[in-house]
């Protein structure tokens, strides 16, 4: 049998194939399309830029839009922002979440339980409602209008140590037994044994972080008050806001600027971010 | 029996080994190790989420507006909301919004994971997945100020495209039902892929045993999804739909871009509400009172949501 026809599907449909993957093509055009619209008109002149039926190839492709970006505002700054909150973000969520998903997958203590009944349950609670006090917390702390203001809370993830902790479930326990009886103490076990092989569940959380807080709006919004703290994504709806000239070529080359790491995220660490996905609804 | 002894003694839910007398080194190396390596998540968890909760709680009995001192108000933002018809538009607004989201988003996912999930090519497959996955990985943000544009009633490729079908041009941002409408086309848009992974991933849990057994006795295309497929697959919609239930009642970023509430209220959320009343009203006292509602009900729809699973899921 060749590779394709083995690869088949086991779902029998009575719709013809083709009428399926034709629709599924309209479907996957639909879903692409305001990308590609974008993609093509930050390309356009300004003068282009509503032409209808819209052009996917653009007449004259010029890249005055994206110097009009950064005219406008310092993508640089913007981006060494987000890119410092995001990998600070995606690294501490990497520890704190390996650290507590095998302490409570591997490690024996009192009120283990609760403990991790009290970190599911937080997964349950929206942002919004804490959003006030945290902001206090912060202000009592010094950390409102500051980069790091962002970052702090964010450390602890209810849904990474979920994730580790199912994935220390999943190694055999027999390795870390072997290893106490060679002497190994409780440290010793995690960093040399099982830490180790801990490391694509790791790459789950923190590809899941880094495309969260990358695109993060509502916290950077309340939080980042004077210009030179914010992120991409406030900046970009800021651009909107300041223009008002009728080129739209302008703010869309600012979000395809800010698509390039998302989108590099999502060919590097597609498998990761699926697996963490489609984890949430099958581990349970 | 030991079992129901050891717990009738403790009343705390006792560790799951057994209570060695003296603990060895070896013990109190691991309970040291576990508590080092909880100690970031729990106190984070503790200082920013559980404290905030019961501050939300107590600063929904106060007034305050950051620059005096906060003063009691016992019931009083509670009964402000209630009476604020801005609020309870919210709500009706976010509520509604949640219906037609959830539903539509699980509908599509559903269908298109079937779809995916039928007979291709492997790179077709892949090619399929990775398209209905994309709009997750960009700022819902960003891409809602693309979706002003093409949006456009004038200019806009939306109105353009129903007009080649004969669809005269729909005011979509600036008439109530079309601001609503948006809004919930441009969630769904990026939201669902979330679901359809889930749901590939529940249909690849299904042994296809089961389903060569329903062809055997004759069930064919939809009445073997109706029979077979969904009933197996139910667990992962319930996941799907109380992690879309909970993501659509805290809508924020589409609506603020898109329409900024409008026109009139018809698109403001809960969550805009708590924004405005909180950092741009400074009515903090107003603001916690709607979140600590908005928690409520986020709480009761999921428990309700569970309640009514018992009936319809299938665990296999």
């Known amino acids: 049998?060749?590779?394709?026809?083995?690869?088949?599907?086991?779902?029998?449909?009575?719709?013809?194939?083709?009428?399926?993957?034709?629709?599924?093509?309209?479907?996957?055009?639909?879903?692409?399309?305001?990308?590609?619209?974008?993609?093509?008109?930050?390309?356009?002149?300004?003068?282009?830029?509503?032409?209808?039926?819209?052009?996917?190839?653009?007449?004259?492709?010029?890249?005055?839009?994206?110097?009009?970006?950064?005219?406008?505002?310092?993508?640089?700054?913007?981006?060494?922002?987000?890119?410092?909150?995001?990998?600070?973000?995606?690294?501490?969520?990497?520890?704190?979440?390996?650290?507590?998903?095998?302490?409570?997958?591997?490690?024996?203590?009192?009120?283990?339980?609760?403990?991790?009944?009290?970190?599911?349950?937080?997964?349950?609670?929206?942002?919004?409602?804490?959003?006030?006090?945290?902001?206090?917390?912060?202000?009592?702390?010094?950390?409102?209008?500051?980069?790091?203001?962002?970052?702090?809370?964010?450390?602890?993830?209810?849904?990474?140590?979920?994730?580790?902790?199912?994935?220390?479930?999943?190694?055999?326990?027999?390795?870390?037994?072997?290893?106490?009886?060679?002497?190994?103490?409780?440290?010793?076990?995690?960093?040399?044994?099982?830490?180790?092989?801990?490391?694509?569940?790791l790459a789950i959380v923190?590809?899941?972080?880094?495309?969260?807080?990358?695109?993060?709006?509502?916290?950077?919004?309340?939080?980042?008050?004077?210009?030179?703290?914010?992120?991409?994504?406030?900046?970009?709806?800021?651009?909107?806001?300041?223009?008002?000239?009728?080129?739209?070529?302008?703010?869309?080359?600012?979000?395809?600027?800010?698509?390039?790491?998302?989108?590099?995220?999502?060919?590097?660490?597609?498998?990761?971010?699926r697996e963490g996905i489609t984890s949430a609804g099958v581990n349970r | 029996m030991t079992n129901t002894q050891i717990q009738a003694v403790r009343p705390q839910p006792a560790a799951p080994a057994p209570v060695a007398p003296k603990p060895s080194a070896r013990d109190r190396g691991s309970r040291l190790l576990a508590a080092l390596f909880l100690a970031p998540t729990i106190v984070g968890i503790v200082v920013f989420t559980v404290v905030p909760i019961a501050g939300s709680i107590v600063l929904s009995l106060f007034h305050w507006n950051v620059i005096d001192d906060p003063s009691f108000a016992g019931a009083a933002n509670y009964r402000e909301v209630f009476g604020d018809s801005t609020v309870l538009v919210s709500f009706r607004n976010t509520l509604v919004f949640m219906v037609f989201a959830v539903a539509l988003q699980l509908l599509i996912a559903l269908v298109l994971a079937l779809a995916v999930n039928g007979r291709m090519p492997v790179w077709l497959r892949s090619v399929f997945r990775s398209a209905f996955f994309f709009p997750l990985v960009l700022s819902a943000a960003s891409i809602s100020v693309v979706m002003k544009y093409l949006f456009n009633q004038?200019?806009?490729?939306?109105?353009?495209?129903?007009?080649?079908?004969?669809?005269?041009?729909?005011?979509?941002?600036?008439?109530?039902?079309?601001?609503?409408?948006?809004?919930?086309?441009?969630?769904?848009?990026?939201?669902?892929?979330?679901?359809?992974?889930?749901?590939?991933?529940?249909?690849?849990?299904?042994?296809?045993?089961?389903?060569?057994?329903?062809s055997l006795d004759g069930a064919t295309g939809l009445r073997k999804h109706l029979t077979v497929t969904l009933p197996l697959l139910s667990p992962t919609l319930l996941v799907a739909s109380v992690v879309g239930i909970i993501n659509a009642l805290q809508v924020f970023e589409q609506p603020y871009v898109l329409t900024n509430g409008g026109p009139g209220d018809s698109t403001r959320t809960v969550v805009m509400v708590i924004y405005e009343n909180a950092f741009e009203q400074l009515r903090f006292g107003e603001a916690s009172a709607v979140g600590v509602l908005l928690f409520v009900l986020i709480m009761a729809v999921t428990a309700l949501q569970f309640r009514l699973s018992r009936r319809f899921v299938h665990y296999q």
């Not at chain 1, 640089?76 to 998903?101: F, P, Y």
């Not at chain 1, 997958?105 to 006030?132: D, S």
């Not at chain 1, 994504?233 to 008002?244: F, Y």
């Not at chain 1, 000239?245 to 660490?269: C, D, E, H, K, Q």
């Open chain 1, 206 to 273: 923190g590809v899941l972080a880094f495309n969260y807080h990358w695109n993060e709006f509502f916290r950077p919004l309340i939080l980042e008050t004077s210009g030179q703290n914010y992120t991409l994504p406030l900046g970009l709806v800021s651009l909107q806001g300041n223009l008002g000239t009728g080129s739209i070529s302008v703010v869309l080359a600012g979000v395809v600027l800010s698509m390039i790491p998302a989108v590099a995220v999502f060919v590097i660490g597609q498998r990761p971010l």
């Open chain 2, 154 to 214: 004038d200019f806009g490729v939306v109105n353009w495209l129903l007009g080649l079908v004969g669809i005269a041009p729909v005011p979509w941002l600036t008439s109530e039902n079309g601001a609503m409408t948006a809004v919930v086309l441009v969630y769904v848009w990026q939201q669902f892929g979330f679901s359809f992974l889930l749901f590939v991933g529940g249909l690849n849990n299904i042994p296809k045993e089961i389903h060569e057994a329903a």
């Open chain 1, 1 to 201: 049998m060749s590779q394709a026809t083995m690869n088949l599907s086991r779902t029998r449909h009575t719709l013809a194939p083709w009428a399926r993957i034709a629709g599924l093509t309209v479907c996957a055009l639909l879903t692409l399309g305001p990308v590609i619209w974008t993609v093509s008109t930050s390309l356009r002149t300004p003068a282009e830029s509503f032409d209808l039926p819209p052009k996917i190839i653009p007449t004259n492709p010029t890249t005055e839009a994206y110097s009009g970006v950064f005219d406008q505002i310092d993508v640089w700054l913007l981006a060494l922002n987000s890119t410092l909150v995001t990998a600070l973000i995606a690294v501490g969520q990497m520890i704190t979440a390996g650290l507590a998903g095998y302490a409570f997958a591997r490690l024996e203590f009192r009120f283990k339980k609760p403990l991790f009944g009290l970190v599911l349950a937080t997964m349950m609670v929206p942002l919004q409602v804490t959003i006030v006090p945290v902001f206090l917390v912060l202000k009592s702390m010094g950390l409102t209008d500051t980069l790091l203001g962002l970052i702090i809370p964010a450390f602890p993830t209810a849904f990474g140590t979920f994730l580790m902790r199912q994935y220390f479930l999943g190694m055999p326990k027999d390795l870390g037994e072997a290893a106490m009886l060679d002497g190994c103490g409780p440290w010793r076990t995690f960093r040399s044994v099982y830490a180790p092989l801990a490391t694509p569940g």
